[in-house]
C-alpha cells in the first residue's frame, strides 16, 4: 500500500490584534476538514493548544498556527479557509512549504498549483531548496519583512529507509503506543512533555509533544514501498537527533533548520558518522529566517540488490 | 517550461518466423503515434533502421525493436499495438523500463498501470533498482528464459544538471545542428557513424547514429527546470562516456548496463575522478541479462543557494 508521507505544512503568524488561543475548536476542525483532515484528539496547556490529526498535525499559540498534513491532504484549501475568515492584513507573515514528493501523480495539486493560488490574495517569494533530481523542500513567504524573536528556531528530521528492526517493529499490525514509545526512546528525548499518540491500523504512527510553548511531533509511515519518519521541533534537536536517528538507522535523511537571521547561520551540524552529507543548501529569507536544507546518506560498501515489485 | 526528459524504453525480441525489417514504414508509423509521437526522419542501412521521433528514437533490426520515448508519451500503448498486430507468440522476450520520475502528475500513467496492462497479456517480473527516495529504474520483463548473444550489451547514461557552459550554448534558440555535435564532441566518439539529429523549437535535441548493426542515440532536454541528457548505445561505453562528462560537466548522472548473464557481471566502472557512487544496484535477470544501476555525483564543498521559483 503506498502512502506518500512527504508533508506540506504552513505556518501562520498573526498581529495582536487576534489571539488564535480564543478561537473556538469548531473553526479549528473546519478548517483542518478543508486539507481533507479530521481531528483525532487535543491536549492543550496555557500556550499552546495541539490538535493530533487523521494526516499529521495542527497547533496553534496566541500569535501564530503551524498546520502540517501528509497523504493526500489539500492544505492550501485551509490556508485558504483561515485568510477568508480574518482577512489578511491581520497575517504578519505566511509561511509555506512542501517537501519533494515521490508519488506526485496521486497529489491534487502541485506546489506550482499551491503558489498560483496563493498568489491570487498575497504577494511572496518562492524557492526550491536542493536539486530537482535530488532531495529537495518547496518554501513560499510573503515577500514582506518579519522579525522573528531570538529563540524561534524550527528543527525538521525526516528519515528514509529506516532498519529492518525498526520496520519489523513499526509494520507488526498489535503493536502498542508503549512499544513505539520506546523505540523512539520518548522518555529519555522528552522529560516533561505532555504526549499524545495514536497508531493506525493496520500500519502509522502519530505524535503531538507539548511543555511550556514549545512543540515536538512525529509522524510515521512505514510501508515497506516508502518508509518514511518525520519529525518537527522548536526545542534543540541536536542531542535527541543523535539519539533518533542511533534507533531507526535510516539510510539517508534530510535535515532542515530555521533560525532567526539574526544568528547568522543554522548552527545545527547533524552529519553523523557513517554518513555523507550529499547536500547542504543555505539562504536568507526575507520572511526573517536563515533556512539550512540538508540530506545525509549512509554509504554502502557492496552493490544492492533490487526491490521486488512482481 | 517543465518538460519531463525521464524515458520509457521497450525492447522487443522476435523468433526467426518474422522479420521486422520486411515491415512497412506506415506500420512503424502508427505505432508510433499510439505512442503518441511522430517520426520526424529516417535512415537505414542493411542491418538496422532508425527512426528520429518527436519524443526519442525507434530501432528495428531483423529480430528486435527498441523504442525509447520521453515527454509525457504513452508508450505502453505501442507495445499494445505491435501485440495485437503480431501476436504474443512470435515474441522471445519483452523488456520494459521506466526512469524515475520528477513530475510524475504530468504522466498519463504510472509505471505500475503499465504493468498491470502489460499482465493482461504477458506473464512477468518487475523490479526496482534504487531506493524510491533515490535515482532509481524501474523494469519489466517476462518470466520466461532468453539467451542474449555474447554481445548483446547495452549501455545508458543519463545526465543532470550540466554545466552553465553546456545549458548556454543548448538553450541559445539559435544554436545549430553542427554546434551540438561539436560539443558532444561526435566526430571523436562516433568515427564512421551515419548521423541523423534534429535541433527543436526553442529547446532540445535529438541524434540517432548507425554503424553496421550498431546505434548510438542522444536527447537533450536543457530547459533550467530540470536540465537532462541521455545517451543509449550498444557499443562499449566506456571510453564515449569519458568524452561526455567531461564535456557536459554533469553533476550527477545514472550509469546503467546490461550484459550477457555469461559475462558474469557487468564490467564497465564509471566512476570519475571528483564523482561519488551514491547508489550501484546489480541482478541477475530471468530473461538472460545482469541489470546493473549506478547513480554518481559530483562532491560540492559549499553550501549552495537555493533556485528561485518566485
Given at each position: 500500500m503506498i502512502f506518500e508521507g512527504s508533508e506540506k505544512k504552513a505556518e501562520i503568524i498573526v498581529g495582536p490584534n487576534l489571539n488564535l488561543l480564543d478561537i473556538s475548536d469548531d473553526f479549528w476542525s473546519q478548517l483542518v476538514e478543508k486539507a481533507q483532515a479530521t481531528i483525532l484528539s487535543t491536549i492543550n496547556n496555557e500556550n499552546i493548544k495541539a490538535f493530533l490529526l487523521s494526516e499529521s498535525s495542527l497547533f496553534v499559540w496566541k500569535d501564530r498556527m503551524l498546520i502540517i498534513t501528509c497523504g493526500q491532504t489539500t492544505l492550501i484549501k485551509a490556508i485558504d479557509f483561515f485568510t477568508d475568515r480574518f482577512g489578511k492584513d491581520v497575517i504578519k507573515q505566511l509561511i509555506f512549504q512542501r517537501k519533494n514528493e515521490y508519488?506526485?501523480?496521486?497529489?491534487?495539486?502541485?506546489f506550482a498549483d499551491d503558489v498560483k493560488l496563493l498568489e491570487n490574495k498575497f504577494s511572496g517569494q518562492a524557492l526550491r531548496f536542493g536539486n530537482i533530481d535530488d532531495h529537495h523542500n518547496f518554501i513560499y513567504f510573503l515577500d514582506q519583512e518579519y522579525a522573528p524573536s531570538a529563540d524561534d528556531h524550527t528543527h525538521e528530521l525526516l528519515m528514509y529507509e529506516i532498519s529492518c528492526k525498526a520496520r519489523e517493529i513499526l509494520t507488526n499490525e498489535s503493536v502498542t503506543k508503549d512499544e513505539i514509545r520506546q523505540l523512539l526512546k520518548l522518555d529519555k528525548i522528552l522529560p516533561g512533555f505532555e504526549l499524545d499518540d495514536f497508531v493506525f491500523n493496520p500500519y502509522g504512527y502519530s505524535l503531538n509533544a507539548i511543555k511550556d510553548d514549545n512543540y515536538f511531533t512525529c509522524h510515521i509511515?512505514?510501508?515497506?514501498e516508502c518508509p518514511y519518519i518525520s519529525f518537527e521541533t522548536d526545542i534543540n534537536m541536536k542531542e535527541i537527533a543523535d539519539v533518533l536517528i542511533e534507533a531507526m538507522e535510516p539510510i539517508s535523511y534530510d535535515f532542515i533548520e530555521f533560525c532567526p537571521n539574526q544568528d547568522g547561520s543554522c548552527g545545527l551540524n547533524l552529519k553523523k558518522e557513517d554518513?555523507?552529507?550529499k547536500t547542504q543548501v543555505e539562504s536568507y529569507l526575507k520572511c526573517g529566517y536563515i533556512m539550512y536544507f540538508s540530506h545525509f546518506y549512509k554509504v554502502r560498501p557492496n552493490r544492492l540488490k533490487p526491490y521486488k515489485l512482481l
Open positions: 508519488f506526485s501523480h496521486m497529489q491534487h495539486s502541485t509511515t512505514p510501508q515497506e554518513y555523507i552529507a
